[in-house]
Every structure is written in C-alpha cells, then in structure tokens.
C-alpha cells in the first residue's frame, strides 16, 4: 500500500494503482482527476504542493507533484502520446500494460519492448501551452505567496539533487569546453553525496532572459513579455479541457514535474537522424518547442485552474460560501479603509487630495462588459503636472506596485518607441508566438511615463508602438501581428499616464496635479510614506483594491443618464498617426 505522502512525493504510484485496478475501464484517467482533487482539499492541502514560483526547479524532486501560478504566453500544436501501451518480453512473451500519460518517454523494464502493433494500443492527444510567471508580478505578491506555502521548508530535506548549482555561464564553459566538465567530476573524488559545500542556497528562481542551451549554439530565448523578468519558464502539457483556456489566461496548474534529461538527448538525435525531405519542423521549430527539460521544465497537469485574480490575500474564488464570510467581514470595514487609502495617495500625491480620489477610481475601475467594441468601465488617467525628468513619476509607480498584485511602468522615450517590441508577433519559421511588452494578463497596471519624452524621429516601428497604446487605452484590444493579418486580444489593463502638459495618448481623464507640498528631499520624503505604514494596513488597501475590481455592482438609471463629457483625447495621436502614413515617420515634439 502507498504511504499517505506518496500522492505528493510519487504521484506515479498512485495513477499506477488507479490504471492497474481500472486498466479494463476507460473511467480510469477521470479516477486520476478527482483523486488529486479530494487531495488538495483536505486540510489546506495545496499550500504543501511545492511551486516553481518559489521553489528552484533543481530543488525540486523530478516526478513529485508540482504547481506553478503563470500566464499562458503561447499554444503550441496539439500532439499525440501513447495513452496505453504494451510491452512484450522477447524471452518470455510476457506482456504487460502501461500508461503513457502524465509522461513524456514511455518508460518499459530492461528485459521489455514496447509493441507497437498491440491491439492495446490507445492513441491520445494533449495540448502543450508555453507559460510563463504573471509578467510584472508584485514583489509581495512573490513574498506572501511564498510565506503561506508551507512547502518551501527546505525541499532538500526531501529530495537531494544530483549535482550542486551551477552558473549558467560554468554550464555555458562546460559545453564549449568538454574537458574542464571531465576534470570537474576526476577533481570531485567520486563522492556522489555531495559533501562539497555548494555556493549559495538560491531562494528565487533567478532565471535570465536569455538562457544558454546545451543543444543550441544561439541563446534560449524564454520569451518573457516584459524586460527584466525572472522565473522559470514552462511547457505545460493539458489533457483535459484545454480548448477553455486561451493566450494571457493566468491559471495555477497542479501536475507531474518532468525534468528528464533524456528529452534533450532525444531530441538531439531526432534532429540530427531525421531526413529533411521527411521532417516537417525546421530546426528553429524544434529548438523552441523542445528546448532542455533543466531550463523549461515541463509539468504534466492533473488539475488546472483559470484564475480570477493573483492576489494572495483573498480568496481564490470569491463565489464559494467560504468566501463570502471573508467579503462580509470585510466590507464592515470598506469606508475606514477608503479613507486611510485617500489620505496615503494624497501624501503620495503632494497633498492633492482630488488627484488621490481620481488614483483610487482608477485602480478599481475594470472592464466588466463590452457593447460592441466598447470597452465598459475602463478610467484611464491622465495625471498631468508631473515635473518633467524628476524621480517623481517613478516614486508614484513603485507606491502603485506596493497596492497592485502587478503592473509595468513604461518609460516613453524615443529610444524605446523606436526599439522595444510593444505588439506580439508570429515568428514561423520558429512557428510561435513571440512576446511583446502588451501581452499582459488581464488587471495589470500599466504606467505610461511620458515625462522622460524628448523632441526626436519616430520611425515606423515607433509609430506603430504608439498606436497600439492607444487601441489599447481606447479600445482594450491589441491587434497581434500575424503577418498575413491581424489577430485582436481583448485585454483588460489600467492605464495611468504621467505627463507635464496634457498627454499624447487618449485617456477618459485628465487630472492635473496640483501640489500642495513641496518636500525638500523628494526620495526621503517618499520612502518615509511608505516606511509609516504598517504592514496590516498595507494589506487592507490591497485587499480593498483588488476586492472592489471583482465584486458585482449595479448603476442606477439616473447615474447613467448623467452627460459625459468628450475630451477629444486623441486628435493628437491621430494627426500623428496621418502624419506618420503620409511621410514615413513623424516629428515628435510633445513641449
């Protein structure tokens, strides 16, 4: 009988049992599922399911039951594994049944073959999604992610890796230079219980950008929306269900860790042995969708689920009963904390305690419906009045990323009009979806900085960048850029745009700051702010902030008989955009 842990440390063994007493039935893949679901609901179950958001993946056993909170930043092609498959043993005949989900190499005893030609045989399809961390996740969304996941008490302790860590540029050396990796192993004395004191014990999966793959002599592009991000990257492979999720859905998914370094030796030598006349995936193709198991780890998912929110201080879903004492309670309190909230913004603020009321209908403003193409209930601010190239506009943002479970500030200057990537794009010859600075999951805050804009030559790619912000801000969409045609997202971002005169981009609102304090040392004064509040109240405005998004409301018919007025926001982004299509590139001068 397998131990209580087993379903945690060894997953397998409980789906073998559960094959080996069902293997007539088909109802055995759905006895899997709801196995592990009774599972993670005793007893706060889930917060003892290690994270690859917290957990490095070298840290982590191979084969253990994992769960990973990330946004679906691609779909890849469904594939085809053997469901059920047989082995014979040639001196014997025995045959033996096994089950191939849940795993990417079909796995038989030393004295078996596999039978292709069983009547046995069962055929399936999975579908393979290429997720990555929720781009521009909070630090303290990480941090009280990880406090209340109980796992992270030294994995070790459960499972001990192979090797110690090494640097991405030792294991870069090591392949350009085989011998000093021979060295390394003549030099370790055979000890094979890793008593070498290893150099550091990483807390974060500090994963770069650009990885360096054993099998690939250019860089792996893990494909991040965002410059600067960390954390694993996944092939996350469903089974069931698949066609409800889509691209930039954030889900936690719960599954088998898969980690075996045979993948890279397999695709290596399909890649070297298959005919090209034959092979229908180019080697760009089969770099990116087979990439090294130790750098993109894949998960095989038991259990998926499609997120309402990343915030770690709510409930996961607020229409179950529990969760609705958690809102009760605190709606008792939604006025005091408003209050405190205002009175923080207006000292973020300088005092200016209308452009404070504004931020907050702003951070809880959301798309809830679309008529059309209307986008309802979005608010984009225009906070004008912002001193021109002053740390000010970049305080007001990292006193937004203390509130809001993610956001991105966006520098708007030339250079990264005219260079950064805005708009995703199809890359066929790698038959994917290349990321872009506005493949963002829904409810992230984005901080258009326009008061770093200098006089200079948007060119084509800078023109087309601005205009994708302002579909984004007018109409919540993004065209994604399929070459052949366009491909429309709908998103749901937060747009706060800093400026000193009115900005360039359209908004539903203009604001201008008025200060009514003026501080010596703007950095103290600002670190001081965030300093004085206490971590509790800290949590409440996080806590009212995301809560308000989610919670069904009703507008009265007098409400929405009042007239609003038009701004006519964006004529000057359009004349730009006439401009930019008549000559070629536009002349930008926003002072």
Not at 466 to 488: C, P, R
């Amino acid at each position: 009988m397998p131990c209580v842990a087993d379903w945690l440390n060894n997953p397998f063994s409980i789906v073998q049992g559960i094959f080996a007493q069902n293997v007539p039935n088909s109802d055995w893949e759905k006895k899997v599922t709801e196995y592990f679901k009774e599972k993670l609901k005793e007893n706060n179950a889930t917060n003892w399911v290690p994270s690859l958001n917290d957990v490095p993946v070298h840290y982590l056993k191979p084969n253990s039951l994992v769960k990973f909170r990330c946004m679906v930043q691609d779909m890849f092609d469904p594939e085809f594994y053997m469901g059920v498959y047989e082995t014979v043993d040639p001196n014997t005949n025995a045959r033996v049944l096994h089950f191939g989900k849940y795993r990417d190499v079909a796995e038989c005893g030393p004295q078996q073959e596999i039978d292709l030609n069983s009547s046995q045989t069962v055929t399936s399809e999975r579908q393979t999604f290429y997720c990555v961390p929720v781009p521009g996740e909070s630090a303290w969304v990480k941090e009280i992610s990880f406090l209340t996941g109980q796992a992270r008490v030294s994995p070790s302790t459960s499972y001990t890796p192979s090797r110690h860590k090494r640097s991405y540029e030792e294991d870069e050396d090591m392949d350009l230079h085989p011998s000093k990796q021979k060295e390394q192993h003549i030099g370790s004395g055979g000890d094979i219980h890793g008593c070498v004191e290893p150099k550091r014990l990483e807390t974060e999966a500090s994963v770069g950008h650009h990885l360096i793959s054993p099998n690939c002599s250019p860089p792996l592009d893990l494909n991040f929306p965002l410059p600067g991000e960390k954390g694993p990257a996944c092939l996350v492979k469903v089974y069931e269900s698949w066609d409800s999720f889509k691209v930039n859905d954030v889900l936690e998914v719960y599954g088998i860790l898969s980690v075996d370094p045979v993948l890279s030796i397999v695709n290596n030598e399909e890649s070297s042995a298959l005919d090209p006349m034959e092979c229908m995936d180019t080697a760009e193709e089969q770099r990116v969708h087979s990439p090294p198991a130790s750098l993109v780890p894949r998960i095989h998912v038991i259990l998926a689920q499609k997120l309402q929110h990343i915030n770690p201080l709510l409930p996961a879903c607020l229409n179950e009963e529990e969760s609705k004492t958690f809102v009760s309670n605190f709606m008792s309190e939604l006025s005091p904390v408003r209050a405190e909230l205002l009175g923080f913004l207006t000292h973020a603020l300088l005092g200016d305690s209308l452009a404070a009321e504004y931020l907050i209908l702003h951070l809880i403003s959301t798309v809830y419906a679309r008529r059309d193409v209307l986008p309802l209930g979005k608010f984009t601010v225009n906070l004008s009045g912002c001193p021109r190239n002053s740390i000010f506009t970049e305080h007001i943002y990292r006193i937004i990323q203390q509130l809001v479970p993610a956001s991105y500030r966006l520098q708007m200057t030339i250079e990264n009009m005219n260079h950064s990537r805005f708009i995703p794009h199809k890359d066929y010859a790698a038959n994917r979806l290349v990321s872009g600075v506005l493949q963002l999951a829904s409810n992230t805050s984005l901080v258009v900085d326009e008061t770093q804009l200098e006089q200079g030559q948007l060119d084509t790619t800078g023109v087309h960048n601005v205009t994708a912000l302002g579909n984004l801000i007018t109409w919540q969409k993004v065209d994604y850029d399929f070459s052949y045609h366009q491909m429309e997202f709908p998103c749901n971002i937060n747009v706060l745009i800093t400026s000193e005169g009115r900005s360039l981009l359209p908004s539903d609102c203009q604001v201008h700051l008025q200060p009514q304090i003026i501080p010596p040392n703007m950095e103290e004064y600002m670190n001081s702010l965030l300093t004085a509040v206490l971590p509790s109240v800290l949590n409440k405005f996080r806590i009212y902030l995301s809560l308000l998004r989610l919670l069904d409301y009703s507008i009265s018919d007098e409400v929405t008989k009042v007239p609003v007025p038009q701004r006519g926001a964006d004529n000057a982004l359009t004349r730009a955009v006439a401009e930019s299509e008549a000559t070629g590139g536009v002349a930008w001068n926003p002072y």
